[in-house]
């Protein structure tokens, strides 16, 4: 297997280092004591050198990464699953502090059935990996079998491993990214963080390999989620990351709800965490899915075992979400509204007699009431879950009219995100609509503030502009212009500032 390009070190003998640190963890990495695990050998870290190449490409010569920060990076993309393989993990601190928890009082790590070990392993890989670094610093036997001096930067490479697993919000989390000297460690994790959750493609799941090795249902699923992702492609700009699913012909549709469903939102809640560090240092990556052409398909259907499964996965995870949903709304509501659940509960009483656009329409009232009366969050909670229900059902012009109040209320509880992320699927819409200037216009107002929000200012100026254009008079589109201006100062993009802001500037 060749070795990567390492395209972001320029840094000969940073270069020869990481070289040997590959062919030093390569035997280890080809280990098998998971089995029930997709690929994690060091095809996987070379596949993760190219994404976060392709990851941080976009990064402007006074931001790119320094040869040191790539060093790093890219020891943390070989080092940072290396736990996963460590069938003596009981020689870790990390173990070694699971064994004295009061649950396995007088017991030995040897004494713990296989797949108790194993599913220990699983959970704390990250942490044994960096104490599989620690192991290997100015050591005489080397763990990881390669000795990592000081001048490796071993305390950044630990310090990324064990964070790739971490919540992001966590206080430990934000201690071991913390940016220092040369290394932005914030960046680096999520690049890495990214990078690892992409590499989710066909490349990483053999399934010829299920007829040699005991996989239980759950196992099986995660096998063919990646056998149905034929390729994560990376694309700087608007095109951004595209997960191309290749379902067999005759059960797209099924295939579609089972596994795009869990997929997306994944990736974009992973995004989502390091929305605006990527910002900060002018990257913007987008999620969205596209699908192989059915002539070229050459994938074939799950068993019905594991069909059932996959499906009772997907009920079972939104039956959730709609539980949660109507606790968060309906909890609220008892709270201090007492008037709009009386009127929910009427409404719902009636759905079966009236139209669904009449429900969303009547819904959407009770919200912009209930925002009145200071319930914003509960507000657009509530709205969003009906809106999720029964937009498909309503016609486009009822669709747009919901989902752009929805997304007003959203923006006033300060949740952009949210609002961005429903508008940017309904902007061929939008744009389709041609007897109803004034929702058009609301529409791009809506979308290029959500997206001025998230600092996505290119695109904010876009959708402002169009807005502009279909202002109702000249007072707004003045106000709407000034809007443009802002945007535009702040991305520094002095050539595309309004017209009449210029104008405003040279008088």
């Known amino acids: 297997m060749a070795t990567p390009e390492f395209s972001r070190l320029n840094d000969e003998v940073l270069r020869s280092r990481l070289v040997q640190l590959r062919d030093a963890v390569k035997p280890i990495l080809e280990g098998n004591y998971l089995s029930s695990f997709t690929d994690h050998t060091i095809s996987h870290s070379d596949y993760l050198c190219g994404l976060v190449d392709k990851l941080a490409q976009p990064l402007s010569d006074c931001s790119r990464l320094s040869s040191q920060e790539a060093f790093v990076l890219y020891a943390g993309c070989y080092l940072h699953d290396v736990g996963l393989q460590n069938e003596h993990a009981d020689l870790t601190p990390t173990i070694q502090d699971v064994m004295r928890q009061p649950e396995f009082h007088g017991r030995q790590w040897g004494d713990l059935a296989s797949e108790t070990r194993k599913e220990i392993v699983r959970r704390e890989h990250h942490r044994i990996s960096g104490d599989m670094v620690t192991q290997s610093i100015d050591a ?3 763990t990881l079998g390669i000795t990592l001096t000081q001048d490796w930067q071993p305390g950044q490479i630990r310090a990324l491993c064990v964070a790739h697993c971490l ?13 220092w000297g040369v290394f932005r460690m ?19 799941s053999k399934l010829y390999l299920e007829r040699t090795r005991e996989l239980d249902l759950e196992a099986r699923s995660h096998w063919w989620r990646h056998y149905y992702v034929a390729d994560i492609e990376l694309r700087p700009g608007p095109q951004g990351i595209v997960i191309w699913f290749d379902f067999p012909a005759d059960r797209r549709s099924q295939y579609r709800e089972l596994f795009c469903a869990g997929e997306i939102p994944e990736i974009t809640t992973e995004f989502g965490h390091h929305r605006s560090l990527l910002a900060s240092h002018g990257l913007y990556w987008m999620v969205r899915s596209a699908e192989t052409p059915e002539a070229q398909c050459t994938t074939r259907p799950m068993d019905n075992d594991l069909e059932r499964y996959s499906a009772e996965k997907v009920a079972s995870r939104r039956k959730e979400q709609a539980e949660q949903d109507q606790r968060l709304a309906l909890g609220r509501l008892k709270e201090g509204r007492p008037s709009i659940q009386r009127s ?4 719902r009483s009636r759905v079966a007699t009236i139209s669904a656009a009449e429900q969303l329409s009547e819904f959407t009232k009770l919200a912009v009431h209930l925002c009145r009366l200071g319930g914003r969050r509960e507000a657009w909670t509530m709205l969003w879950g009906e809106y999720n229900r029964l937009s498909q059902m309503v016609p486009v012009k009822d669709r747009l009219e919901a989902a752009v109040k929805l997304t007003e209320l959203m923006a006033e509880d300060g949740s952009s995100e949210y609002a961005f992320r429903i508008l940017y699927r309904l902007q061929n819409d939008a744009t389709a609509l041609q007897d109803d200037t004034e929702l058009q ?9 959500s997206q001025a929000d998230m600092l996505a200012f290119a695109d904010a100026a876009d959708a402002l502009a169009r807005a502009a254009k279909l202002a109702p008079d000249e007072k707004v589109r003045m106000t709407i212009e000034a809007e443009i ?23």
């Open 140 to 142: 005489s036997d080397p």
């Open 167 to 179: 919540e992001t919000g966590t206080d430990e989390y934000s201690h071991l990214t913390k940016d």
């Open 186 to 204: 914030g960046l680096l994790s999520a690049l890495l963080r990214l990078a690892d959750i992409c590499d989710e493609s066909r490349r990483r």
């Open 344 to 347: 929910v509960s009427e409404l």
């Open 441 to 449: 216009y609301r529409f791009f107002l809506a979308l290029g503030r």
């Open 485 to 507: 201006y802002e945007v535009c100062m702040l991305r520094g993009d002095f050539a595309q500032l309004p017209r009449t802001a210029i104008r405003g500037q040279s008088e």
